[in-house]
């Protein structure tokens, strides 16, 4: 089964940065796209980016342009989102979700979340 | 400060029916599929519609929805009490940098 692994709890001083890690497993690590979505503490979902794992190519949302930065590690199936210059604004759940196409229907949608990522500053 | 607008909140008795709206524009659910997804406390958003009005398996048909123009709405009929939740809805906008943007969600409470 699809699973979205992502890594822990983080706490920070501002201006630091940190990098948080999602491991997709149960399909091919190339096959859909993976977005960022956060929600801070009583807030809403908020969209960061995407990531293409097959090519790397990415999109930010014009707000985060300059701070975040999505790679990806194919070795290790894996793909990374960092965010620099952190200030209280960023204390939210981080979440990773896979982008599915269905062709069938010829439509995309947010199918899998991970389990989100509290990153505290 | 939201592109697609929901109200705040939302209320209605067990075996009710009750709608969430998603005010939009041309740029974005003018022009573009909306999706709605639901969210219990402490977990991570579950899709319930995606192509404006399809249920993906798994969601009950108390659940529907249907967009007009700019605008969006989700229906939920014969209210449960397992459906508190809050409910955001999802679409894309060709004016922010091929954005992906959602509304700012709509707490429901079954009385």
């Known amino acids: 089964q699809v699973h979205l692994l992502q890594s822990g709890a983080e706490v920070k001083g501002p201006g630091a940065s940190v990098k948080v890690s999602c491991k997709p497993s149960?399909?091919?690590?190339?096959?859909?796209?993976l977005h960022w979505v956060r929600q801070a503490p009583g807030r809403g979902l908020e969209w960061m980016g995407w990531?293409?794992?097959?090519?790397?190519?990415?999109n930010y949302a014009q707000k985060f342009q300059g701070r975040v930065t999505l790679t990806r590690d194919t070795s290790r199936s894996t793909v990374y989102m960092e965010v620099t210059r952190l200030t209280s604004e960023d204390t939210a759940v981080y979440y990773c979700?896979?982008?599915?196409?269905?062709?069938?229907?010829?439509?995309?949608?947010?199918?899998?979340w991970g389990q989100g990522t509290l990153v505290t500053v | 400060q939201s592109v697609l607008t929901q109200p705040p909140s939302v209320s209605g008795a067990p075996g009710q029916r009750v709608t969430i709206s998603c005010t939009g524009s041309?740029?974005?659910?003018?022009?573009?599929?909306v999706r709605w997804y639901q969210q219990t406390p402490g977990t991570a958003p579950k899709l319930i519609i995606y192509?404006?009005?399809k249920r993906p398996s798994g969601v009950p048909d108390r659940f529907s929805a249907s967009k007009s123009g700019t605008s969006a709405t989700l229906a939920i009929t014969g209210l449960q009490a397992e459906d508190e939740s809050d409910y955001y809805c999802?679409?894309?906008?060709?004016?922010?940098?091929?954005?992906?943007?959602f509304g700012g969600g709509t707490k429901l409470t079954v009385l």
């Open positions: 990531m293409n794992p097959a090519s790397g190519g990415t």
């Open positions: 999802q679409s894309f906008d060709s004016g922010l940098s091929g954005s992906i943007i």
């Open positions: 149960g399909y091919t690590f190339t096959a859909y796209y």
């Open positions: 979700v896979r982008d599915f196409y269905d062709s069938a229907d010829n439509h995309n949608y947010f199918d899998y």
């Open positions: 041309s740029s974005n659910i003018g022009d573009y599929d």
């Open positions: 192509g404006n009005h």
